[in-house]
């Protein structure tokens, strides 16, 4: 019994120290989800202005014609950029989108060239025998537009060098801090109807005239790989603000479950110490009684 006792003792000590950590690690998701919250939001009206200035541009333009637009008669290979976690203890967070990024290479049936982003990714397509042409780690916790431009022209490279035919992005949305979903989207060619849509928003007043010096043609050239490569930063953002939210779920989790653990084993530890109690006060009056009555007997 003292045996039993002192394993679960053990076990409750060792529970505690494990729901500690779980605690730490939420509330360092909690404070790390806000920060990155707020650059995926910082990030939004950047992409939004890019891709104003690209439709004006577009419509000064004669021609539009650039690599990055050239859509394939055959699709026969296809690169997916898949953006995952380098750390673990999120939940399902690496596995829903590794899921999504197998089931879309799967879905197509095509020879597949994989770029690869986070650590988690990289482990799981190299011990599958998948053929990785390019793979990044260290960038998931806060990634950089430096970490974007990589990944962007990379994949831009490859599908103008005509390796791959087509070009999707596998990652996870940031819809809320509640919601994250992964998500995939083509990201070459790029969609060149986005720019040459002849919705506009209303407003009042005369509209502005621009004079583009160079020539329209020569800026949409260069802001083309600035369009890929915010992209590429926007996905990444959002799939670090939802890992963070990912974690701090898991962890929380982790951190209840070790309480409503420590409450079980508690109760047990009780129960068992009671029964010892018990028993030793048995033992005790039985020794008692027992002395009692040899004491009689010699009287």
């Known amino acids: 019994m003292a045996q039993q006792l002192r394993a679960i003792k053990r076990r409750i000590g060792s529970v505690k120290s494990t729901q500690k950590i779980t605690r730490a690690m939420e509330l360092i998701a909690s404070s790390r989800i806000i920060k990155a ?43 997916t950029v898949v953006i995952t976690a380098d750390r673990g203890l999120a939940g399902a967070y690496n596995s829903n989108v590794i899921r999504r990024a197998e089931r879309d290479l799967q879905a197509h049936g095509k020879e597949s060239m994989l770029f ?25 916790d806060r990634p950089h537009i430096d970490d974007a431009r990589e990944v962007a ?8 060098s ?17 919601t994250q979903r992964p998500v995939t989207i083509q990201l070459l060619p790029l969609p060149k109807e986005e720019f040459t849509s002849e919705d506009e928003v209303i407003t009042k007043g005369p509209k502005p005239s621009y004079v583009f010096e160079p020539e329209p043609e020569e800026i949409f050239d260069g802001l083309l790989p600035r369009y890929l490569e915010n992209t590429v930063l926007q996905g990444m953002l959002e799939a670090s ?22 409450d079980n ?12 109690i018990t028993t030793e006060i048995m033992e005790v ?10 004491a009689k007997q010699e009287a």
Request: glycine residues 6%; proline residues 1%; aromatic residues 8%.
């Open 37 to 79: 919250q707020q650059r995926v939001s910082a990030a939004r009206p950047y992409a939004e202005e890019m891709r104003r200035l690209m439709g004006m541009v577009a419509k000064k333009s004669v021609s539009i014609d650039h690599p990055l637009f050239n859509q394939r008669s055959e699709i026969r290979r296809i690169g």
């Open 116 to 140: 690869l982003a986070g650590k988690k990714a990289v482990n799981y397509f190299k011990f599958r025998g998948y053929e990785i042409e390019h793979s990044w780690t260290g960038m998931s």
């Open 153 to 160: 022209r990379a994949a831009a490279e490859a599908f103008t």
């Open 162 to 178: 005509g390796e791959v035919d087509e070009v999707r992005l596998v990652y996870t949305r940031f819809d809320s801090a509640l």
């Open 241 to 262: 603000a939802s890992e963070h939210a990912a974690r701090r779920r898991a962890m929380k989790a982790a951190t209840d479950n070790a309480e409503e653990l420590i």
């Open 265 to 276: 084993l508690t109760r047990v530890y009780n129960q068992a110490r009671q029964a010892e």
């Open 285 to 294: 009056v039985g020794g008692a009684e027992a002395l009692t009555g040899a």
